[in-house]
C-alpha cells in the first residue's frame, strides 16, 4: 500500500517519538553514574539528574503541544515539594515545561531551517524555600529534519553557449540546485539531476549538474538555439522526493564550415567611357551561411584583361567586392573589358577543410558605352614666352585640340576672359593661334596663366579647357632710382672726408646676370665744394664731406643731385637728390636737433618777447567779440517791440466743453446753419499793404442748393459707414460747386480765349494782383495785344 505525503510524514513523525521515548528509558540507569552534587551545610550527596539532548521533530501540525521529553530528579517524592523552571531560548515563548511533573512542550511549529537547535536550562528548586535541591543543568533540544524543502536553482535561468558541429561529450554548462534540508540526516538534501527537454541533443550528468552535447554534427545555420529544461531531485531521486527545475538556453555558436558561393557563374555591367576615375562600376558578393569573422572575405582579379584598369576591393560592413575604375575608359580605344575574379574566406578553419575549397571563382564582363565626349587637348600644360617688348598683334604660340569621338567634329577656340580679365591676349577661333592683344608689363604681372577653351561646333555644349601659361620676357625698360628714402645728416662739427651717408638702388627689372649699378654726381654738382660721392663697385656708393664749418644759421638743408645708371643694354639712367640736413650733434657725433636757429627766430627775438606779443593779440581779440556781442544786444525790432509782437504766439486756455449736450458755450446754430457767414476781419499784428476793393459785406448769403445737398449726403454717408470712427470726426472735402460767377481766372484757359472779359478791375486791387492786371487788363501796358 503506498503512503501519501501527509501520511507519510506523521510516520515519520511517529518513529521519531518512539525513539524519543526509548532515549528516555535508556537514560535512567545514567542516574546513579552522575557527578556527585555537594550543597553547604549538608552532607555529601549525589546528584540525581543529567539531560544532554532531546530531540522534537519539525513542521508538527497538531493542535496539541508536542510533548518533547520530561525532567525529574530523586529527590522529588512526589509530594510536591519540588517545582521544576525552565530558562533559556525560546523558554516560555515555545517550549513551556510543567513545574510539578517536569514535562516540556512545545507550543508553537518549529521549522529547522530556521533554527536548527535551541540550548535551554533546567533547575529543580524546593517549592517552600524556593532553593535549588539539584544544581542547574544545561541541554539541547535538537529539531530533526523532514523532507520539507525542494531543490532550487539560485542562478538559473542559465544561457551558455557551445560551437557548432562540437563532438559528443562537449561540455556545455554546470547547473547546481541547492536544498535546504539538513544534508547530514537522511537523503532530505541529496539531488539527482535530469533533463525533462532537449534530448536527444542534450544530456546532463546526474550527480554534478553538467550539461553535454549527445549528438554530432549540429549544425547552426540549420538551427541556431535549443531550450532545455533540467530537474533536480531530492531523496537521491526516489519516489516521494520533492523537485524543482530551471532552464537552459543553448545557442550554436558560428564556426567557419561554409565555403563562399557566388550566385552566378558571370555577371555583365554596362558602363559609360566618361566615368571617372576611381568611380565604382558595379559590387558584387559571394554567399556565405557563416558570421562574423568567419563570414570575412577577400577579392582579388586573377585574370582578364582589364587588370590595369579595375581594380576590387572589399566593402568591410557588408562583405561585397566593389569594383573602380583605375584608368580612363576610351570607347574609341576600347568597348569591353573581361575580368576573372576569386572571392576566398580570410580565416579557414583547418577541421573542415574536408567540406570544400573555401574559395570561389565568377566572370565579370563590363561593357563600355559611347558618349559624346568634349574636345581633347594635345597637351594639358602649354608653356609659352614672349617679350614685354612685344607689339600688338606678335605670335605667341598654338593650342590644338581634336574631338575624340568617332564624328571628328570641328572645334573652334575662345579663351576663357575670366581668367584674362584685361585682355591681354586673342586667339584664332580655327587655328588656335595665340596673339597679343594689349602691351605686356613684365614689372606688373610676370606670368599670365590664361584658359583655353575648344568648343565641338556640331554641339556647342562639349566644351574641353587647356591651359596656358606665358612668361613675359624681361627687357631694360625701368631706370634704377634710390633704394629708399634717406634722412641724411650731417653734424655742424663734421670734419672732412667724412662719412655721412652709404646708399644702394634697386630697378624693377630683372637682368638675366644680376643688376650692375654706377653712382656719380651729377655735372652741375661735381665742382660743389661741401659734399663727394665715392662709388664702391658694389651696387652701392658713399657721401663724404668736402668741408668742415657747416653752420644751421648759414644754410640748413643741401641737395646733392646723384646719377645711377644700371648696366642694361641699352642702359637706362636717373637723378635722384639727397637731402642732407645740418645739424647739431653731440660728442659721439649723434643728431641732437636739426632745427634752424634764424628759422624759428628770424628777427633775434627772446622767448619772453614773443610770449607779450601772443597775450596782446589774444586781448585784442577778446575786445572785438565783446563789442560785437553788445551791438547785436542793443539792435531795435524792425516792427514792433517784443511786448507787441503777437506773431505766431501760442496762447493756452485750458477751457474743456460741457460736450455735445452743452449749448450754451458756443453758438451751435451758427456751425449748423450753411447760410450765415463771419464778417471779414483783418490782422492787427501787422500793417496792411494795400487797400482792397470797397465791396459788401452781408450776413447771410443765398441759399446754395449744390453745397447743402452734397454736405447732407455726405453727413448720411458717414452716419451709415461701419469702418467710420466712434466718436466726432472732422471731415474735410474738396468740392467747389459746378461754377463760379467770376469764372476761371487760370492763365491757361483766358490766354487761349477770345472772351470779351473786362479785367481792367484787377488794377484796382493792388500790387499783388499787378501781374495778372498786366496779362489781362486791355491798358496801354498789357504785354500781349
Known sequence: MKL??????????????????????????????????????RTRTKRSWVWNQFFVLEEYMGSDPLYVGKLHSDVDKGDGSIKYILSGEGASSIFIIDENTGDIHATKRLDREEQAYYTLRAQALDRLTNKPVE??????????????????????????????????????????????????????????????????????????GIIKTALPNMDREAKDQYLLVIQAKDMVGQNGGLSGTTSVT????????????????????????????????????????????????????????????????????????????????????????????????????????????????????????????????????????????????????????????????????????????????????????????????????????ITVLA?????????GRGYVAITILDINDNAPEFAMEYETTVC???????????????????PPNGHQFYFSLTAEAANNHNFTLQDNKDNTATVLTRRNGFRRQEQSVFYLPIFIVDSGSPSLSSTNTLTIRVCDCDADGNAQTCNAEAYILPAGLSTGALIAILACVLTLLVLVLLIVTMRRRKKEPLIFDEERDIRENIVRYDDEGGGEEDTE????????????????????????????LSRPTFKSIPDN?????????????????????????????????????????????????????????????????????????????????
Open 250 to 449: 543553448v545557442t550554436l555558436t558560428d564556426v567557419n564550415d561554409n565555403p563562399p558561393r557566388f550566385p552566378r557563374r558571370s555577371y555583365q555591367y554596362n558602363v559609360p567611357e566618361s566615368l571617372p576615375v576611381a568611380s565604382v562600376v558595379a559590387r558584387i558578393k559571394a554567399a556565405d551561411a557563416d558570421v562574423g569573422p568567419n563570414a570575412a572575405m577577400e577579392y582579388k582579379i586573377v585574370d582578364g584583361d582589364g587588370l590595369g584598369v579595375f581594380k576590387i576591393s572589399v566593402d568591410k560592413d557588408t562583405q561585397e567586392g566593389i569594383i573602380t575604375i583605375q584608368k580612363e575608359l576610351d570607347f574609341e580605344a576600347k568597348t569591353s573589358y573581361t575580368l576573372r575574379i576569386e572571392a576566398a574566406n580570410i580565416n579557414v578553419d583547418p577541421r573542415f577543410l574536408s567540406l570544400g575549397p573555401f574559395s570561389d571563382m565568377t566572370t565579370v564582363k563590363i561593357i563600355v558605352e559611347d558618349v559624346d565626349e568634349p574636345p581633347v587637348f594635345t597637351s594639358r600644360l602649354y608653356s609659352m614666352v614672349v617679350s614685354e617688348a612685344a607689339k600688338i598683334g606678335t605670335i605667341i604660340g598654338t593650342v590644338a585640340a581634336h574631338d575624340p569621338d568617332a564624328s571628328n567634329s570641328p572645334v573652334r577656340y575662345s579663351i576663357d576672359r575670366n581668367t584674362d580679365l584685361e585682355r591681354y591676349f586673342n586667339i584664332d577661333a580655327n587655328s588656335g593661334v595665340i596673339t597679343t592683344a594689349k602691351s605686356l608689363d613684365r614689372e606688373t604681372n610676370a606670368i599670365h596663366n
Open 705 to 785: 442748393v449744390i453745397f447743402r445737398e452734397f454736405i447732407w449726403e455726405r453727413l448720411k454717408e458717414a452716419d451709415v459707414d461701419p469702418c467710420a470712427p466712434p466718436y466726432d470726426s472732422l471731415q474735410t472735402y474738396a468740392f467747389e460747386g459746378n461754377g463760379s460767377v467770376a469764372e476761371s481766372l487760370s492763365s491757361l484757359d483766358s490766354i487761349s480765349s477770345n472772351s470779351d472779359q473786362n479785367y481792367d478791375y484787377l488794377s484796382d486791387w493792388g500790387p499783388r494782383f499787378k501781374r495778372l492786371a498786366d496779362m489781362y487788363g486791355s491798358g496801354p501796358d498789357c504785354l500781349y495785344s
Open 4 to 41: 501519501g505525503k501527509v501520511e507519510f510524514c506523521h510516520l515519520l513523525q511517529i518513529i521519531a517519538l518512539f525513539l524519543c521515548l526509548s532515549g528516555m528509558n535508556q537514560a535512567e540507569p545514567s542516574r546513579s553514574r552522575s557527578k556527585p552534587y555537594f550543597q553547604s551545610g
Open 135 to 208: 544544581p542547574e543543568s544545561e541541554f539541547v533540544i535538537k529539531i530533526q529534519d523532514i523532507n520539507d524543502n525542494e531543490p532550487k536553482f539560485l542562478d538559473g535561468p542559465y544561457t551558455a553557449g557551445v560551437p557548432e558541429m562540437s563532438p559528443v561529450g562537449t561540455s556545455v554548462v554546470q547547473v547546481t540546485a541547492t536544498d535546504a534540508d539538513d544534508p547530514t540526516y537522511g537523503n532530505s538534501a541529496r539531488v539527482v539531476y535530469s533533463i525533462l527537454q532537449g534530448q536527444p541533443y542534450f544530456s546532463v550528468e546526474p550527480k554534478t
Open 665 to 692: 458755450a458756443f453758438d451751435m446754430a451758427a456751425l449748423r446753419n450753411l447760410n450765415i457767414i463771419r464778417d471779414t476781419k483783418t490782422r492787427r499784428d501787422v500793417t496792411p499793404e494795400i487797400q482792397f
Open 455 to 463: 568648343m565641338e561646333s556640331q554641339n556647342p555644349v562639349q566644351i
Open 492 to 510: 655742424e662739427n663734421a670734419q672732412p672726408g667724412q662719412i655721412i651717408q652709404k646708399i644702394s638702388a634697386i630697378d624693377k627689372d630683372d
